[in-house]
């Protein structure tokens, strides 16, 4: 089957839509995320999203509605634990991701039990994006272009000096918030795709492949953003073709890009 | 408040949810000084910096800036995090930063301001380092370009929390060199706090001492002579 025809299915269109804008949303958060050193919010986010959605199924709510608020409250947290000199952050971190995993398999084994959904949850699906969702991935990507574009030069000051930026008036918080926030929505979007276990690379992999290659915060930005869906278009039609799931291969097709970039940086060097 | 003040503190008391790390500090800062704030670790030095620069409300007493100094046009140099030394920007990404309080909502930065930067660049010895990556920049270096970013946040005051840290002993001498021209030449404030005594005293005009026996606050020569100074005379000579 060609790859033309691969598009003739509405579902794959539906994938292709929503994670190619999903993959470009995460990946320009996750330059900031990667460079303040905060990559392990965007892992902590995903496991909540398990667990906030097989407690969703179990109680009968619409699986959106329900994760959405709770990852948006767990982002917060996890970002005031990262910000205090009183937690061991990553620890903390550690903690919430395999509690919410624990209560997420707990809830479902007392429900459903564990079914091909979990598997899905787990370990994302190509048939899960339903048309409101990608209305919702198209709105999502929209604000995410948006309030990047309107506060890039803010976003690069706050994640380069904190101090500097706070002492220059600006309210350095409010763009964590907003960082953070807008994490949690990619990650509940993206994640019935990619899965839970997968999600969190969306967000890394682009940006450290991209600082390999590129010397300036907006080579890196935009590069990021490329190679993101790229390699979700790149995943996308390897696991049409040969049948592997979405989410991992997807992974594998952004781990070949940071292996590239990897070897292009040293060979540079020589 | 005087003509030439810009920043005046009376007794005033800074500290963290109501625990008060410094207490009844009266201290003038005028345009043109160059005062070195010294004092053993956990003495309230960099809780002093975050309240001259309004990041720390007072206890009791009060703080008072002239009215150019609000809305944050201070130029501040913090301590280097670790994140920062990696970070994948160009020095004219980094510098160009500093004028983010007197920008817009507009994308760019304007011509003026680009051209300003570069100036502030030049000013400092650096400009030949403009398109190269801050991460690729050696510890002096980069010491540099924030300093050069700090200049474009603010004309009059510099704020200046350890800056030699981590530099080898021939760029630190070098970064002195640096803030005496711009006090002498330019007539930029500065407030730094240092570990590094020998040229703090050299240079600075006035010497303020933060330790738990006391505050002492007056010229090196008296510092020196003073019993919080006395046990450095020797290393100053």
Redesign the interface.
């Known amino acids: 089957m060609s790859l033309w025809e691969m598009f003739s299915f509405p579902f794959i269109q539906r994938a292709l839509v929503a994670g190619a804008l999903v993959s470009l949303c995460a990946a320009l958060l996750g330059v900031p995320l990667v460079?303040?050193?905060y990559s392990m919010i965007g892992d902590g986010l995903s496991h909540v999203s398990f667990g906030a959605l097989a407690v969703a199924v179990a109680l009968g709510f619409t699986p959106l509605y329900f994760s959405i608020p709770v990852v948006v409250a767990a982002a917060f947290l996890l970002l005031r634990v990262a910000d205090s000199p009183r937690w061991n952050s990553d620890a903390a971190i550690a903690v919430v991701s395999a509690s919410s995993l624990a209560l997420g398999v707990l809830v479902i084994s007392k429900t459903s039990g564990m079914t091909t959904d979990v598997d899905n949850y787990m370990f994302g699906s190509v048939l899960a994006m339903s048309r409101a969702d990608v209305a919702l991935s198209v709105v999502l990507c929209a604000a995410v272009l948006a309030l990047f574009?309107?506060f890039?030069?803010?976003i690069?000051?706050v994640t380069?000096?904190e101090?500097?930026?706070?002492?220059?008036?600006?309210r350095a918080e409010r763009y964590n918030a907003l960082l953070a926030l807008l994490t949690a929505l990619t990650i509940v979007l993206g994640m019935r795709m990619m899965g839970a276990m997968l999600i969190s690379s969306l967000v890394i992999f682009p940006a450290l492949a991209a600082?390999r290659l590129?010397?300036?915060?907006?080579?890196?930005t935009l590069c990021a953003a490329v190679t993101s869906v790229a390699c979700f278009c790149a995943g996308l039609a390897v696991s049409f073709a040969w049948s592997t799931p979405v989410g991992a291969t997807v992974v594998a097709a952004n781990l070949a890009m940071f292996l590239l970039a990897c070897a292009i940086a040293a060979m540079r060097r020589k | 408040m005087e003509r030439t003040d810009l920043i005046v503190c009376r007794d005033l008391s800074l500290g963290y949810e109501g625990q008060s790390v410094l207490s009844h500090l009266n201290l003038h800062i005028r345009a043109g000084d160059y005062l070195c704030i010294v004092g053993d670790n956990g003495s309230g030095k960099s809780t002093l910096l975050r309240g001259l620069?309004?990041?720390l409300p007072p206890l009791s007493g009060t703080i008072q800036r002239a009215a150019e100094l609000e809305?944050?046009?201070?130029g501040?140099l913090?301590?280097q995090?670790r994140?920062?030394r990696d970070?994948?920007?160009?020095v004219e990404?980094?510098v160009?930063?500093?004028f983010?309080?007197r920008?817009g909502?507009g994308?760019f930065?304007s011509a003026a301001q680009r051209s300003q930067a570069l100036m502030n660049l030049g000013k400092l010895g650096a400009l030949e380092l403009k398109n190269?990556?801050y991460?690729?920049l050696s510890g002096g270096q980069q010491q540099r370009v924030?300093l050069a970013?700090?200049l474009c946040?603010a004309s009059r005051l510099l704020?200046l929390d350890e800056p030699v840290t981590g530099l080898d002993p021939a760029a630190a001498q070098d970064l002195y060199k640096t803030l005496a021209y711009l006090n002498k030449k330019e007539g930029m404030a500065l407030v730094m706090v240092t570990h590094d005594l020998r040229p703090a005293l050299r240079e600075a005009g006035a010497v303020l001492h933060i330790g738990h026996g006391g505050t002492f606050l007056g010229s090196p020569a008296e510092y020196l002579a003073s019993p919080y100074g006395r046990r450095f005379k020797e290393a100053a000579e």
């Open positions: 460079l303040k050193r574009s309107l890039y030069h803010r690069f000051a380069f000096d101090s500097f930026s706070r002492a220059t008036g600006l600082m590129f010397r300036s915060f907006r080579g890196v | 620069l309004g990041l809305r944050g046009a201070v501040y913090p301590q995090t994140a920062q970070f994948p920007a160009t990404e980094v160009l930063s500093g983010l309080n920008k909502l994308f930065y190269q990556s991460r690729d924030l970013r700090a946040a704020i």
